[in-house]
């Protein structure tokens, strides 16, 4: 699964580090997340099993979109 930007993620097995956003892109299969009770993680997506938290407030979405297409 690709992992952009801002995502919102939740890790599977932490529940108590709550859902945490996406710092970047995926490198050398690592990824690094900023958790709202755990603080900020460099996570292996060989070892980490990670979900994606679907959001449906559109001015998220909007942002998130632009934030995207200004990046490339």
């Known amino acids: 699964m690709e992992y952009l930007h801002g995502d919102r993620v939740r890790i ?3 529940p108590e580090w709550g859902p945490g956003f996406v710092q970047g892109k995926c ?3 690592k990824l690094k ?4 009770q755990a603080g900020k993680k460099t996570l292996s997506l060989q070892h980490a ?4 938290v ?3 407030d559109s001015l ?5 979109a632009r934030e995207h297409w200004q990046g490339l």
Do not use: A, D, Q, Y
Request: no cysteine.
């Open 12 to 14: 599977l097995g932490k």
């Open 27 to 29: 490198k050398n299969g």
């Open 33 to 36: 997340v900023s958790f709202e």
């Open 49 to 52: 099993k990670l979900m994606k």
């Open 54 to 56: 679907v959001l449906r």
């Open 60 to 64: 998220w979405l909007e942002e998130r």
